[in-house]
């Protein structure tokens, strides 16, 4: 794909002053123009359809759907949307889970005033993308997991199992679940029995938990 002279960006981020922030950043350059913003990954998602934008900013932890679901259907329904994550959480299996979603890179939002500019001019150039600050966080969590002896396979929950866990924590009930992910009630509640069965869980509280530690929501 052949860099646009002005890349049309979504940003995505569920908090006002984050999308203010990265909308004063990215603005102030004139190769960049923000042709939408979103607070949740189904507002992403739509946003992109709508405007063409040739590049997404999507926070990874978003309500009703996660950044890294929007990354997914984002790159299924327009493949030539490239997309960015910005991401609070400087932890290995989230990078990774991001690149397989179709994300081209990887910032961390504490370093965006310095990383974020860049990493989008090198997302739009087609290099893949992880920045100084998340390099060395990631190998050191990295680094860390192996000295603990912690088993770094990947999660056991499906995407779409993921989507059920994030809005279950979140106290959605089963038609609520269902409305939003267009399936039945039935099958959502197929979802969550297996969910618990892998995960060897037994309620809400529990995945609640869980969702936390995978940054699903936030505490």
């Keep these: 794909m052949t860099t646009p002279l002005k890349t049309r960006v979504v940003i995505a981020d569920d908090h006002t002053i984050v999308r203010r922030g990265l909308h004063s950043l990215l603005a102030g350059e004139p190769d960049f123009e923000i042709v939408g913003q979103a607070r949740d990954g189904v507002e992403a998602v739509q946003q992109v359809l709508e405007t ?10 978003m309500p009703r759907k996660t950044g890294l679901a929007a990354a997914r259907e984002i790159n299924q329904r327009r493949p030539d949307t490239r997309v960015l994550m910005l991401s609070m959480h ?22 965006a005033d310095r990383d974020l500019v860049e990493a989008c001019r090198s997302t739009m150039r087609g290099e893949p993308v992880i920045f100084g600050g998340a390099v060395e966080a990631l190998v050191r969590d990295y680094l860390d997991r192996v ?10 929950l499906t995407p779409r199992e993921l989507e059920v866990v994030k809005l279950i924590a979140e106290a959605y009930t089963n038609e609520q679940i269902a409305e939003q992910l267009v399936i039945s009630p039935k099958t959502v509640e197929r979802h969550r ?6 995960l060897a869980m037994r309620d809400r509280v529990e995945l609640t938990r869980y969702a936390i530690r995978r940054g699903l929501i936030e505490p």
Excluded at 90 to 111: C, I, M, T
Excluded at 147 to 156: C, I, L, S, T, V
Excluded at 193 to 198: C, H, M, R, V
């Design 147 to 156: 000295r603990r002896g912690e088993d770094a396979r990947e999660d056991p």
């Design 52 to 61: 063409e934008a040739d590049l997404a900013v999507l926070d990874i932890s």
């Design 90 to 111: 400087d932890n290995e299996q989230y990078f990774f889970e991001a690149l397989r979603a179709g994300a081209s890179g990887y910032v961390l939002k504490s370093a």
């Design 193 to 198: 029995a297996n969910i618990l069965d892998k």
